[in-house]
């Protein structure tokens, strides 16, 4: 059975850094597309970052430069690294299972989503 199960929220302060981990159970994370997307107080869930089967990692605009998607095969994690906090960054971020990436004009969507984790809490405040 498919299931996904983030951990690795916190509290930070501006500036600083979490490691949010994604940890995979019945299929390989390298087997698939995956995802990491947030929602914040009040906010539609969106998109953070993609990786696909083959590795080519996608970021949206506000966290390019920032957050770094990745993963273990031999653990079978998704981990997002995530540098220079901003309170903005603040919600509940969710890692997704997907079939694949598709990329348009305006960015790229994991597509064919199959499995979401329960989130974990980032919050980034003084």
């Known amino acids: 059975q498919v299931h996904l199960m983030e951990s690795g929220g916190g509290l930070v302060q501006p500036g600083g850094s979490l490691r949010p981990s994604c940890a995979a159970s019945?299929?390989?994370?390298?087997?698939?597309?995956m995802g990491w997307y947030r929602q914040a107080p009040g906010k539609e869930r969106e998109l953070v970052a993609t990786?696909?089967?083959?590795?080519?990692?996608y970021y949206v605009d506000s966290v390019k430069g920032r957050f770094t998607i990745s993963r273990d095969n031999a653990e079978n994690t998704l981990y997002l690294q995530m540098n220079s906090l901003e309170p903005s960054d603040t919600g509940v971020y969710y890692c997704?299972?997907?079939?694949?990436?598709?990329?348009?004009?305006?960015?790229?969507?994991?597509?064919?989503?199959?499995?979401w984790g329960p989130g974990t809490q980032v919050t980034v405040s003084s």
């Open positions: 019945g299929f390989a994370v390298s087997d698939v597309a």
């Open positions: 990786i696909t089967k083959g590795g080519t990692t």
């Open positions: 997704a299972r997907g079939e694949r990436v598709g990329c348009e004009g305006y960015g790229c969507l994991l597509w064919g989503i199959t499995a």
